[in-house]
């Protein structure tokens, strides 16, 4: 890929795009698996070893003992549940918190009179973690269920409207001003213009939302939920079941890198990259 550089009439100069990973698809996967079984056996040898500097290994469980207990979790219906319930929960609020975020995102940048009532009250609330309002999740909803979709909710919100506001104010005026010279309105700017302009930029928002509310959902799950995998990991560290909870950690991991993985995979898609 390269990017056109102001040159003299009759030639073209070029710079050098961002560079692209060489090798082929395959030589590229067993690095990746070389790397994973290189941290298993790092891990196996720090626990087996009982190494203590800084860090005690010797009361951290070998990967065979987590191996164990999750092909013994892989059996039990339970652990399907909360996975199925974690989703539920970070799919719902994911899902209008990307609705709502790109769309206040788009309305702040374009509008100076919503950016004035909305923007104050934005930057006052985007600060405060989103796990930090369990407290008044649990007074406003009446269920566990709905507080901790707010909190999912609220998580992804902020970072999608971030991205969005600063993906809109950066497109050229020029764009905006070539389709507004061929008579379309408002709705075509935002339409031919606006959208299409900011998509990467939503988009990267999009993906850090989905990992901000991965932290989140498992954390209020922690606190209040009755099933999911922070629920099921947290109960699993209170009666002191330790290969459950790295099987919980890992079930985490996975389930983060998929979805966020998904998101920019969409994201790539649409956008047009390759």
């Known amino acids: 890929m390269t990017t056109a550089v102001a040159a003299p009439p009759g030639r073209t100069r070029t710079t050098p795009g961002p560079e692209r990973p060489s090798g082929r698809p395959a030589r590229r996967w067993l690095i990746r698996i070389a790397s994973l079984l290189t941290a298993l056996l790092v891990w196996e040898?720090?626990?087996?070893?009982?190494?203590?500097?800084?860090?005690?290994?010797?009361?951290l469980p070998t990967p065979v003992e987590v191996a164990g207990q999750l092909w013994t979790l892989l059996g039990d219906p339970l652990y399907y549940l909360d996975i199925a319930q974690s989703l539920v929960r970070i799919l719902t609020g994911f899902t209008l918190a990307a609705l709502a975020g790109?769309?206040?995102?788009?309305?702040?940048?374009r509008s100076w009179l919503l950016s004035d009532i909305l923007q104050p009250l934005f930057e006052v609330v985007r600060p405060i973690p989103a796990i930090a309002l369990v407290p008044v999740a649990i007074l406003l909803f009446p269920r566990n269920e709905q507080g901790i979709v707010f909190i999912t909710f609220t998580a992804s919100f902020f970072p999608i409207l971030v991205s969005t506001r600063h993906a809109v104010?950066?497109?050229?005026?020029?764009?905006?001003?070539a389709v507004r010279t061929m008579g379309g309105g408002r709705w075509r700017v935002l339409i031919s213009v606006v959208l299409p302009g900011a998509l990467?930029?939503?988009?990267?928002?999009?993906?850090?939302?989905?990992?901000?509310?991965?932290?989140?959902?498992?954390?209020?799950?922690?606190i209040s939920g009755d099933f999911g995998v922070g629920y099921r990991t947290w109960h699993a560290y209170t009666i002191v079941d330790y290969p459950a909870v790295l099987v919980g950690m890992i079930t985490i991991g996975v389930l983060g890198w998929l979805t966020a993985g998904l998101v920019e995979l969409l994201g790539r898609r649409i956008v047009g990259e390759r």
Do not use: H, K, N, Q
Request: hydrophobic content about 60%; aromatic content about 10%.
């Open 200 to 222: 990467p930029g939503v988009f990267s928002g999009l993906s850090v939302g989905m990992g901000v509310s991965w932290i989140c959902v498992i954390s209020a799950e922690m």
């Open 45 to 59: 040898w720090l626990t087996v070893t009982d190494v203590i500097a800084w860090i005690r290994f010797d009361r």
């Open 102 to 109: 790109i769309a206040a995102g788009i309305a702040v940048a």
């Open 169 to 177: 104010r950066a497109l050229p005026a020029v764009w905006e001003d």
